[in-house]
């Protein structure tokens, strides 16, 4: 027999549980587009303590939708083995492109992040850093539904030893690091802003400009380009993917 | 070396060969939730040709977001095994109840379907059905972004053996059935409505609702109970997935 | 010292204590405006697990205003007593009325009756009642941000042994029991809807319609008057604080 | 017997001698949150006539909502008098931290404002400062309605020895003084805008920067620190008490 | 020498004074376009005490706009001395019209109406009537702002010994007296609708249907049709001026 | 050498002149989409005086997206003269279908229907219809930018010996005519409205149900539909085109 | 017998002569406030051929609220016979001050204007001016409805020696004649803002700042201190009168 | 017989081929006003692959409207043939004017480019360039309806050798290659913005200012003069036409 208070019971108690456990943890990842999950599927299972926050309901960003809404994605030789490793299909094009299912691309990252260890918190938005000695030391985060309605309340702060910004085209992690942290590592000291679309370019940087922007935050992913003024790239996703993957891999070298 | 325009072309020959292949098939199901996606996933498996169309940018419907926000859902003993089936992870509250993530449950009904061989077409809105002599034989589609934006543009029609309505609390498919086609099969041969929640109660009437409520056209999950003018349930899910299962086992039985 | 990480912990173990001892109450009011104070300082007082659910952030209603936002309330003398009691000085106009600040109003029978043992979780909202065997044994609440943000996420139950109406004009627990449950204890069944103002009767009727309009469901002060079909009051608030007065001896009674 | 005339006329006669009464006030205090109200108390009880004028309908600015709606608010050992002092119950967590239910905090520093004789117009915005030979000597103000729909109707002015803003994290008498009066008493001139959540600095400089930034206007609360440059707190309310208490003594000594 | 405050001071004041002589009135005329101002002039010059109630911040109702924003309005020679009596310009066309200015039209009624002794109050609401045994002895207001903006706000009450509608199409208030009070004295006991333009009958019935459509309550001008089943007119005001003469003279012979 | 103001009155001369001429003409068609302009087309090469009036700025209705934004249309062999006869270019698929640019489509029909003597007002909606003895004899009309911001201005009216109602799936002007003139000649006496989806008969009725549906109405296209109770069809025009040939042809019969 | 048609025609008859009239005039006045309409009543009674155009539907700005929607203005001695010359009542309060009823004065300032034969055109609006060899000689108008709806469709020129600024405190005339005419005759060449309330400074400089601000544009009224950086002023409006009187007087000299 | 399957095949057949056909071109021209038109059809009728991208659903830009929503243009004697050669009627107005149906322009304008074999694709928006080594090289779509709803969904790359910005007074394809891809060849390096109108210098500047503003693209119209900071004109379109015919001449040069 089911009995509708002790769903509510049996939720919350679990939810607690993992609040509690998840308010200091080794990374906060904003976004959970393709190069987060990738970093995140990277860092927990290395064994960090990975948290995954996402402003939407659901995670995926950018990649649910393909090229203009036709469900498919690109995908170079360089990058494959990162769609093999978690068995998302893709198809030859015979001339150097491969090609797949963008909806199973994000189910797949998905769950292989959270297989591996790290924790999604959907509906949440990360509308602040924690500062501390010129260190970013956290996050502040607030439901998506309080600021989406602009209701006053207060935030509550996640503590990490990493912030990874991947929050894609607008870099909201390092707009707000800049305005009340200071200046960036970047070439003028500010988010440099994306530039004009070129993929062959834009998916060499978004590898070389992941990195960390100031101490405690690291950017990936289209973040990485907004923030180094390097150029945006279509429905390609292998530099996503290597960005988060770089990521992670510098994050698990400064843990140790 | 990439090329932006190789990128457009590779998506779109590949969306160009699926969507000619997709104009007719076997089973539409509109709504990609877990009752809908778990159909999906048992139907296609079975060998069928089966298009999953959901509004939304992302599947996933009322899952994603647990209960009041917190990542975590409820299932019965009698229901486990369908998560399990797809490796989503349960725990086990000592007394009656399983608890899970709610983000790695829709992450893994959708990669398991689209495993199966299901097909998902997102950001796309069934608006109409198609209708011939007094049987739904397809529907209606367009793409969300014109339905949103109310441009004036004509939708395009796909046709199916059967047409499953996996959308929830509206039943939107089931109601523009019966404001355009005639009485569903119903109490009052209308769309009764949903009744206050009784979890109890509810996750059994999804299961018996579950069913053809006009010909060629089956209810399940929250919308079966909708249209039958039973309780709604919280955020459990053992008879939503139950519900899935059913539905997938009728149509199967008819399609033979 | 100060830890951020700390304040998000204190806040949210208190919460979670508090949450867990707040799953199945005696009484449930949804509104936090004169009446259902009223009725909740009472309830306290005498002992019962009393849960305030305000769909706004600040508790209050319609009194904060005034009228026409001219921060005065009036109140008759056969009612003062319920000012008196909690502290709230009123002026006597010498002519049979009595004036009152109101924004002290509120803030004293807020005061008072989370005093007196009652919980307040405001920015929470009651969309639905649970049923069980045609009787209201307790509500379905979400996030008020989730609520206006329609995003779509099941909302949680908690049970309680009466569930108090004191929504106002809308009388949305009552319109949503209607809908959902069954008929209403009125000359119809239906919401009857309140009438134009008239002071005099208003003020009487207010009290003798205070009432359960379903088993389980008892509607106060304003939802009385508009359940019922009696006219509605302008900024005089004998009624509606003895209405709540008589909701709360009334549920004592039962609870016993 | 009640007569609907009678009551608005009783309300309106009270209003307007209370209106006419406050045209010229020894204090207007722009925003009614924990800083505000707790000036507000103490120069009132010294006597002084202060006016607190809030935006919204309810008073309590961003206390209400606790920490990401959580109604729990977080206080240090040094300022638990103040919330002592007007029975305010608090919780030791016994890790020097005190946490105390967020609704009863805002219901009682309101009703003690007003106990202490301050008056409190609600739904009133601050939209203009009254300037005078480079003092500010009041503030204009106009319905919340008449703002939000944006009709054109002309404000009043409310005259004031002194004007506190405690507007929070927009500092919007302070930005509007800036703008229309000339260079504010801050390192650059201007307003300098909040930095990042840093809990125990933010405490400690929400406190030293509560001072007159302008001939004749006082910053408090958040919006001292938003005017310096400062950086903003979580849910913990220590630092605002303590500045609200600041500015009163400060506005007290210029006073005499 | 000019004081901000004083300004304040005489304008309050003198508001003070009119809103108290207010509140109980011979005739209160909701909305102020060219029948309610008609209607007001007669029954003001006539000694009566008039109170006209105009939603927008601007009277004048549908006539500033001419036809299609053609600031040109249509007039009868029947008709004509009601323009003439107020020193409104029109101009023969020749066969049987008169043209006139319709920004003058306006400027003139609203003019005459004040001069001849009625106060305007404007950007208020009329949102319900005051009912006493089956009679509209008032009306209930409230701030054109606070009511856009679904402020939470109680309305006052003016008494009045007549109201009269005259809010144009939507017959606003016949609408809340029918939904509040009950039937009206109209073909079926509702408010009948408007039907489709026909000037010649419509321009005939306006004066035929201008009367007392429930106890206390007169129709008039477009309401008045609206209420009573019959046409529209376009730009042409002829009937809508002798509309107002109608219901003055009807109240006037009541009032004596 | 060219002079602003002279721009000014050369329009405004022309448009006077076109405007005058065009208050009284033999048919006005509302809504300018494919069966509409077909209808204008016809009528005005037979000599009639026409005027269409198209409530959006840009006529051609639903006809310019194609299908779901892919900018193709199909016709039957039976309708493909309508195209060729104005220079449409088509492509014969092979299998009984042709198709055809939807933009080119739009543009032709256009320019043919002007080229005919047809006269196109745009940005004009048509809000009513003028009524007389139970006969449709004009419509009331406005400004398009008048309409959608809800100013309070009077339309102005067109004489016309026959109105069509061109108007779509709302079929707004037959709507208009139910409300306010009286029951259609339809089954029920009501707009039926349209039915699901169904080329093959959608097509076949578009034609049978173009008729007078009141005197002096006819509907068109998918208003006819719409009007009947028949099915919508999708992006296959061909039965649009046959419809306003049968209209022009109908109303050429009645008018001589 | 009254026929429609014959009404369409008499307006658009008479609009069309008094258009062809007004496209080029001696002065355009932009905002018929009681600076724009002042101005108007003196310019057209010196012979002048005055056109003014207003963007909203009624003209009257911000004088029709009177002080924070309490329908009376303050006047001073000094500039009550511009009251006085057009019959509006004033009382002398005794201390210097003099009140009218706001809405009164609206209707007179435009009676007056339009006897003294300034043409009005309502909810029209002034979207850029005309240059001429760095002089402004005219401007661009749309109708407000088409302003409102983001409609793209071109505006039309009225030819003026003069044009006058009284759009208040946007100054939108001279706002767009400094981005797209260039610099203005003001301390800095731009807009400067206005500065916070001070009545005795900003009446004063309302009549000192009144002047040409570019070749063929006046700035008056509140414009006038925007433009030059004063205060503002509240519900006080004689330097508004004065301002037009001077405005007047100014163009006056310059054309003969 | 029609089957609605083989319609939604048919249209996405021919468009697949059609998209894929284009994925490459020689000119791409954004935005399908007057000037894109007349650039279309020339440089499609001298053989180049010609792409229209219309981010509306309806081209036409902002000549439907004819001036102030008067379905009138103008023109000059100079560009009458431009008129004259695609069948447009125009009439003289025997002072050195010529006027011409607005829509008839559209009509014409759009299908003589359709015939001369440019591809119109609407309801698309160029959201930004690609650039390669400082050159555009193509653009980058989405659908208008991703777009406007705020969709967060990748866009698509077409390749060009040519980029024509006809996009009106935005100039957003130059706006966007300036932010994205560097300084334009303007005086300032920037987009200038468009001055005051005035019809005689800009209909002379926007042929004169037609030009490559950046490597590969080129602007045009209104874009032009606004990129080179020239003044707007009104609803005369000589200048226009022109300016598409020069743009043409250009791009056939380059590309030889």
Redesign the interface.
């Known amino acids: ?16 549980r ?3 456990n998840m ?2 943890v080794d990374v906060v990842i904003a976004g959970a587009g393709p190069a987060g999950l990738t970093a995140a599927r990277i860092l927990a299972k290395a064994g960090k303590k990975v948290l995954l926050i996402e402003r ?7 990649m ?11 995908i ?1 030789p360089e990058s494959k083995h990162l769609l093999d490793d978690i ?1 998302i299909k893709s ?1 030859d ?1 015979g ?1 150097g ?1 491969y ?1 797949a ?1 963008s ?2 691309c ?3 990252l ?2 292989s992040a ?2 591996a260890g790290a924790k ?5 938005t990360v509308e ?5 000695q010129d260190r970013i030391s ?1 996050v ?10 602009k ?9 990490a030893s990493y912030v990874i910004d991947g929050t ?1 085209h607008d870099a909201s992690v390092c707009t ?2 800049r ?3 200071g200046k960036l590592h970047t070439p003028s000291g500010e988010v440099e ?8 370019v834009g ?1 060499q940087t978004v590898v070389e400009n992941t990195g960390e922007v100031y101490p405690g935050l690291v950017a990936i992913g289209m973040a990485a380009n907004a923030v180094m003024g390097a ?2 790239m ?3 996703f292998g530099g996503m993917l290597l960005s988060g993957e770089k990521a992670a891999n510098l994050v698990l070298s400064k843990l140790k």
Do not use: C
């Open positions: 027999m089911i009995d509708d208070v002790q769903v509510t019971r049996k939720i919350f108690e679990r939810y607690s993992e609040f509690l308010t200091q939407k309901l659901a995670p995926g960003g950018g649910w939708g393909g090229g203009m809404n036709y469900p498919v994605i690109v170079q068995g198809e094009t001339d492109y090609t299912d909806v199973e994000v189910a797949k998905l769950a959270i297989d999604v918190w959907n509906a949440v602040d850093v924690m500062i501390r956290g502040v985060i607030n439901w998506t539904g309080v600021n989406l309605t209701m006053h309340v207060d935030p509550l702060t996640i503590g894609g707000v690091a305005k009340k942290a802003g994306e530039r004009s679309m070129w993929a062959e998916e150029p945006r279509g429905p390609i």
